[in-house]
């Protein structure tokens, strides 16, 4: 009975030591195993595992007498084939023909091998120390019918991936003793469920999906409690103020209910004093420079003229500056600062070889600083 190729989803049972039969279901165990070698003649029907890949196939029969007497295909409702992966030499995939002519497990070899069906499955195989199990319902049906085509499977590296290499249990693996066989649940029978497995290891993160809609805006929050701000203008009147480089003082405020405007001023409470500097005038140079020139015909006369032309500049100063900045002056000034304020004062002259020297209230040359503690007086000269 022929079948197309079927493409399997391998179920890998990595934990398990012997698959629980369920309930209802009947064990169908290996009763012939042998691997073939084209490399070698000699026959491999005792040895421990089953080789698949490279020079390596495999074969592997099955027992059905535990089965009711009179099953037939009718009463079966699944049969799934269980394969133990020893070991992993390349992963890949196995695919299972049927087995078409008898054959011997302890006399079969390459060339003695039996004649196989198509490709019935195909089934990946990539872990070790774990089980396959293939979906052969429609193989073992057809078996039942027909007990005389029940010559079991051809185990081969897929020509989809001809480099896989694997190593199957055999029934003569004592080690671990994963022999290879059927489990058949029958028709008009309920399986209990299983105890439930341990948890799986959780997968990486997948990536963020996009952001949500905007959702709708909340209800308004309650008041606060009021501010510290000013109730009215006249909250303003006596704030503390300093506008410029006008000392400390405090705000006036006046109402003019003809006009309807407000007048803000500051009045002083720490009343400025008065620096008064005295600038000595420096040697003046002075330095003429003329020129003539003739022009005729001006204004369409015909007159000629001569014309003379002198100008002259005067050179020489001492400039006196202060920090604060309210002294910047070349002749005699007075700068008012707060009281007990620190006044720095600096002069610069352009006469060659002298320099500003202070005195009075202020002594130094170039710069001198004084406290602003009465009214003051300074006079600079060039030395």
């Not at 015909?297 to 920090?323: A, D, P």
Request: with cysteine; net charge negative.
């Amino acid at each position: 009975m022929k079948k197309p190729a079927q493409l399997l989803t391998c179920m890998l049972l990595a934990t398990a030591v012997w698959l629980p039969l369920q309930a209802g279901a009947t064990q169908a165990p290996a009763s012939a195993d042998a691997h073939i070698n084209s490399a070698l003649p000699s026959n491999s029907g005792n040895l421990p595992t089953l080789n698949v890949g490279g020079t390596y196939s495999s074969l592997v029969q099955f027992d059905f007498s535990a089965l009711p007497a009179g099953t037939s295909s009718s009463s079966v409702a699944k049969a799934t084939l269980f394969l133990w992966v020893n070991k992993i030499g390349t992963a890949g995939a196995i695919d299972i023909r049927t087995v078409t002519s008898a054959w011997s497990e302890a006399a079969v070899t390459y060339s003695t091998q039996p004649t196989l069906g198509g490709v019935a499955y195909a089934v990946p195989v990539s872990t070790a120390g774990s089980y396959i199990a293939v979906d052969v319902t429609p193989d073992v049906k057809n078996w039942l019918d027909y007990p005389g085509t029940a010559l079991g499977f051809a185990l081969a590296a897929s020509t989809s991936a001809p480099a896989t290499v694997a190593y199957l249990d055999s029934k003569e693996n004592t080690a671990t003793g994963h022999a290879a066989y059927l489990d058949i649940t029958l028709a008009g029978t309920t399986s209990s469920q299983g105890p439930k497995g341990d948890p799986g290891l959780m997968g990486p993160a997948g990536l963020q999906g996009p952001a949500g809609v905007t959702g709708p805006m909340g209800p308004a929050g309650a008041t606060g409690p009021a501010g510290a701000g000013l109730p009215n203008f006249d909250a303003l009147n006596n704030m503390a103020c300093n506008v410029g480089q006008i000392c400390e003082g405090k705000l006036s405020i006046a109402y003019d209910v003809n006009s309807h405007n407000v007048s803000m001023q500051c009045a002083p409470t720490n009343k400025p004093l008065a620096v008064n500097m005295v600038v000595a005038s420096p040697t003046h140079y002075v330095s003429q420079t003329c020129s003539s020139s003739y022009s005729c015909g001006f204004l369409g006369q015909s007159t000629c003229y001569n014309y003379y032309e002198c100008g002259h500049s005067e050179n020489n100063y001492i400039r006196v500056t202060s920090s604060p900045t309210l002294i910047d002056s070349i002749s005699a000034t007075t700068g008012q600062f707060c009281a007990n304020q620190t006044v720095t004062l600096t002069a610069g002259t352009n006469e060659p070889g002298k320099t500003p020297v202070f005195s009075g209230d202020c002594a130094g040359s170039n710069t001198c600083t004084l406290t602003v503690n009465g009214p003051k007086a300074v006079t600079v000269t060039n030395q």
